[in-house]
């Protein structure tokens, strides 16, 4: 009994646990990517741009941290399961939804709660370059959530 209980500290005092990459929206977009420049259809101004908009492959797999706004998909004021993580509040619902590389869609496997859908957070969690596409946004990025916390 002894032995497994030393081995068991042995084991986990060598663990480490990875930290994730702090991301910021600028890191979304390659490098060398520059937007073409569409007019905007005035008939219809909540139409969203660029939509050829290239993502980072080297991101996919990542374990990320992204600051951002909340988009509400699944959930509400208290509680939340899905949703968009946009780099400015408004997007997608006041204002038209930014290029899909500037557009997370988050899914955590069971409710987490919120503090509130208005402030900006931290969001943590791995990464894809799978796309989403929903009635109000075509999305770049994919995120599997593990954690949300305020934005200090």
């Known amino acids: 009994m002894y032995k497994l209980i030393a081995l068991l500290l042995l084991l986990t005092t ?10 910021y929206w600028e890191d979304m977009i390659p490098k060398d990517y520059i937007a073409s420049d569409i007019p905007l259809d005035h008939n219809n101004s909540m139409q969203q741009q660029n939509l050829d908009a290239p993502v980072v492959h080297e991101l996919n797999g990542k374990l990320v941290k992204i600051p951002g706004f909340i988009v509400p998909l699944e959930g509400d004021n208290e509680k939340i399961t899905e949703f968009l993580l946009v780099p400015y509040f408004g ?5 038209p939804p930014p290029p899909p590389n500037q557009i997370v869609y988050v899914k955590f496997s069971m409710d987490m709660p ?8 931290w969001v943590t969690g791995t990464i894809s370059t799978t796309s989403w596409q929903g009635d109000i ?8 959530g593990i954690a ?4 200090d």
């Not at 060598?14 to 991301?23: D, G, K, M, N, Y």
């Not at 997007?91 to 204002?95: K, L, M, P, R, S």
Request: one cysteine or more; hydrophobic letters at 50%.
């Open 14 to 23: 060598h663990i480490t646990f990875a930290e994730p990459l702090e991301l």
């Open 91 to 95: 997007a997608c619902i006041h204002v």
């Open 114 to 121: 919120i503090e509130s859908i208005y402030d900006a957070v």
């Open 137 to 144: 946004a075509t999305v770049g990025y994919s995120l599997e």
């Open 148 to 151: 949300i916390m305020p934005y």
